[in-house]
């Protein structure tokens, strides 16, 4: 079949591993199914295979054994097809990219938007060998975001997580991170495991649990095992003393119970509480190491746990808000990995760009992990995440795809990305596309947002121009973290001023320009774009306010522009844009309240 010929499915089988199961198994249906329907044909699978291989047809030579657990083959022959991969996950992307090169498109707004052709005349198949740049290649959300304690909105969202996981395992994803908060009852939603788990995508919880690992109700008895204030007091909020052997050990303890109750755990997130310069110790003995020292001793207290446990998993140390530089002297064990969340960088440069001043402290932060961390790092990245753009539009590909070529170069091996679900998705796609394109292969930002405009049919160039356009304004204004948090100070609000004054006029142009295409996705793009000239109006009243030194109110732009989303359907915007960003709108009114 090194030219696949439709005719020859008519005699042909599909070959796997008699012990195979998971990913392997539904490798074997997927394709079947595909084939089925360009073809007609349907294709019997045979378990006679060896280990990690799918044959279609009959092969002659097997090819050699791969390197990585990511990469795999696609070797044709004249008889047939081999695809071989170094795990089961990696023989499912064999499978989608042998799919893909015999004309398939996947979609990440769901199957209704596949593209599958009838074949009807032979393809010329190549060898194709892939390794994909990143091991690990995952998304990550907060469990609370599921409302799973509300029927009403939790029932309503599996589906689209379904059609999610289904667009990861096509898209060459491998893990999925739920974020939990010590508020949080649990640690997953068990609804979606057996769906991960069809593709071999591992699932890691975790997240800002280390108060839970120390439960609250063991102050009354031993308040030494909690944090002290600078005056000596103790109390039962924030983390623990790293200086109590006691304290670490119940919350190892609790880490491999953790463990222990869901096996399916791949790796182990243990963050402090979600605060600025909150929640560590400065008890005598903790006062001379640094926030990350406090932090990485309780990683790897839980790291050597596991082990002792017989568990073992990576554990995620967490570089971010005041652990974003590496001030450590405490040295990491062996299974932990330094996860870095540079949350408060610019995202109008890519992270390594020399000009720009933001940037620099997060790129030389992170070249000293990956040396303490003798490599062990990933990426925890905010390209979808809707609270850090407050909602707004900001493709930024470019600098994604950037941001991507340094973290290859400096050999870091995972990235993980903040997402919502539905309205990540549609606010921020080519975001998505372009990290999931990068995440395997290189230079690839400007076919991300061609593939993704296929789906306009006649209008995919002018709207990809749109797209371009629409990055390029938000690019001045995606510099200083949360949106909907403008700079204070005045030398610095004095400078965004005239960006924020300029990105208005072009985003209202290019609203009236999605507009006019009148189809309902194009409307609901216009309505976003509108949106986001709404909050920027609040941000520039905001700056203005600021530099004439007035009490700064931008609540009414900002309610007027929250109209907007009300007024998108749901399809669109999901669940989190129909309950979650009206919440974001009250937290962030009541925060500028109380200043
Ligand atoms: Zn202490
Ligand atoms: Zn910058």
């Known amino acids: 079949m090194a030219n696949f010929a439709p005719t020859a499915l008519q005699s042909a089988t ?56 990511q990469s795999f083959v696609i070797n044709p022959e004249p008889a047939g097809v081999t695809l071989r991969a170094g795990s089961s996950r990696a023989l499912l992307s064999a499978v989608y990219a042998l799919l893909e090169r015999l004309g398939c498109r996947w979609s990440l707004h769901g199957l209704d938007e596949e593209i599958v052709p009838r074949l009807d005349a032979s393809v010329q198949l190549d060898r194709i060998e892939q390794t994909p740049r990143f091991a690990v290649r995952g998304y990550a959300s907060d469990i609370m975001t599921w409302h799973y304690t509300q029927p009403e909105h939790f029932h309503g969202r599996l589906d689209d997580d ?124 903790c006062a001379t190491l640094s926030v990350q ?35 450590l002297s405490v040295h990491p064990d062996r299974n932990v990995v330094v996860e870095f969340a540079p949350r408060e960088r610019c995202y109008g440069h890519a992270i390594n760009d020399a000009a720009c001043t933001t940037n620099q402290r997060y790129a030389a932060a992170l070249q000293r992990y990956v040396e303490l961390f003798d490599g062990r790092v990933r990426i925890f990245e905010y390209y979808g995440d809707a609270i850090l753009y407050f909602g707004c539009a900001a493709p930024i590909s470019d600098v994604i795809a950037a941001d991507m070529d340094y973290y290859a170069r400096l050999g870091v091996p995972g990235i993980t990305l903040l997402q919502f679900g539905s309205y ?6 080519l975001n998505i596309l372009t990290f999931a394109t990068a995440s395997r292969q290189a ?19 002018a709207v990809a121009d749109l797209f371009v356009a629409l990055e390029d304004v938000m690019r001045s204004v995606t510099t200083y973290g949360d949106i909907r948090r403008p700079p204070r100070q005045l030398d610095e609000a004095r400078r965004l001023l005239p960006r924020v004054e300029g990105a208005l006029p072009c985003l209202a142009r290019i609203s009236e320009c999605f507009s006019s295409f009148g189809d309902d996705t194009l409307l609901a793009q216009a309505a976003l774009v509108r949106y986001t000239h709404g909050v920027l109006t609040g941000v520039r009243q905001h700056l203005h306010d600021t530099l004439a030194g007035h009490p700064r109110d931008a609540e009414a732009r900002y309610t007027e522009a929250l109209q907007v989303i009300e007024a998108v359907d749901r399809r669109f915007k999901g669940l989190w844009g129909s309950v979650d960003l009206p919440i974001m709108h009250r937290l962030f009114a009541a925060a500028a309240h109380a200043e």
């Open 162 to 285: 379904r059609s999610f996981i289904d667009w990861m395992g096509k898209s060459g994803a491998n893990a999925f991170l739920y974020i939990r908060h010590p508020f949080d009852t649990q640690l997953t939603i068990p609804e979606l495991i057996p769906d991960f788990q069809r593709r071999g995508i591992d699932l890691e919880y975790g997240g800002h649990v280390i108060p839970l690992l120390l439960p609250r109700e063991l102050y009354r008895e031993h308040p030494d095992y909690f944090p002290a204030a600078a005056d000596g007091a103790r109390t039962d909020l924030g983390n623990l003393c790293t200086s109590n052997a006691a304290a670490l050990t119940t919350a190892s303890a609790n880490a491999v119970q953790y463990v222990r109750d869901y096996p399916e755990m791949r790796a182990v997130h243990i963050w402090g509480a979600d605060l600025w310069h909150g929640g560590w110790c400065r008890c005598a003995d």
């Open 14 to 69: 599909i070959r796997i591993d008699a012990a195979a199961g998971g990913a392997v198994t539904f490798a074997a249906s997927e394709l079947q199914r595909y084939l089925q329907r360009m073809t007609g044909v349907h294709v019997p699978i045979a378990h006679d295979g060896a280990p990690k291989t799918l044959v279609l047809g009959s092969a002659t030579t097997m090819p050699a054994a791969l390197q990585g657990t």
């Open 443 to 461: 230079g690839v930002a400007a076919d991300a947002r061609r593939g993704y405009c296929e789906r306009f049919g006649s209008r995919a160039s």
């Open 293 to 327: 020292d406090q932090s990485l001793r309780v990683c790897n207290s839980v790291a050597q746990g596991l082990d002792e446990a017989g568990v073992a998993r990576p554990v995620c140390y967490l570089a971010y808000h005041d652990t974003i530089d590496a001030e």
């Open 424 to 429: 990540s998705l549609w606010a921020y796609p």
